[in-house]
């Protein structure tokens, strides 16, 4: 059963983990439990709604992930039952490119999983994203806050409220890159290292977005974005 959580979707049992698209008559094990099946429309409907918000936002980019307690085996896959069946990759950060197709539209097959316990969920949300830079001052968090602001102005007043509230920005390097940055602003600076999954959290201190504090980071991220909770 899916559910709508603000800019999420969420599949399954509770939530983390690059990818190749679909591949058609790939091997990838059906699942036998019902809870782990799920029709192709209920997953493109949300997906094409994502889509349509994002039309006039080039900072805002959907992104499809597996959500895993433990790190997801190698060999994750979705699976559409068409004739032959689709394999869809599943990359170990859990991220996978779901085909938007007015066929498989048409013949909505049955989509499943090949992972065998509850520890996962399907999550599928639009991510503000900045250009990768390696120098750039904290204006970057209130661009990215306005466009995600927009965003929530465009949706129903229940997704207004239950929306997260952005934290700071979230830099990702490769897992287990050691990358640092240092942040100047007002008459302090901060030093900041990525974490063994190579995610970095700057947060939005107010001193940082005043004073427009500078960023300095040892490596080029391979992306910005506004750092927001993960849905429950």
């Known amino acids: ?66 959500l895993s307690r433990d790190p997801l085996p190698a060999g994750t896959c979705l699976a559409l039952e068409t004739a032959p069946p689709i394999s ?51 204006g970057v968090y209130t661009d990215l806050q306005k466009e995600y602001q927009g965003l929530l102005r465009r ?11 952005p934290r700071g920005l979230l830099l990702r390097f490769a897992p287990g890159q050691v990358a640092e940055a240092l942040v100047v602003g007002g008459e302090s600076s901060q030093r900041y290292t990525s974490d063994a999954h190579g995610v970095m959290r700057i947060p939005a201190l107010d001193v940082y977005i005043d004073s427009r504090a500078s960023v300095e980071v040892s490596d080029l991220p391979a992306s910005i974005e506004l750092d927001l909770p993960e849905a429950d």
């Open 1 to 66: 059963m899916l559910r709508i959580v603000c800019l999420c979707l969420l599949l399954a049992g509770p939530g983390w983990a690059a990818s190749s698209g679909p591949d058609a008559g790939g091997a990838c094990a059906s699942a036998s439990r019902p809870q782990d099946r799920f029709e192709y429309r209920e997953m493109s409907a949300v997906l094409r709604e994502l889509d349509a918000l994002r039309a006039d936002s080039p900072n805002l980019v959907l992104d499809t992930r597996i």
């Open 88 to 138: 869809i990759v599943v990359g170990a950060d859990g991220i996978f490119h779901f085909p938007l197709d007015a066929a498989l539209e048409a013949e909505n097959p049955a989509v499943t999983i090949n992972l065998a316990d509850d520890s996962w969920s399907l999550q599928a949300r639009l991510k503000v994203l900045a250009s990768a830079q390696r120098r750039f001052d904290f």
């Open 155 to 165: 949706q129903p007043f229940w997704a207004r409220w239950m929306a997260p509230e």
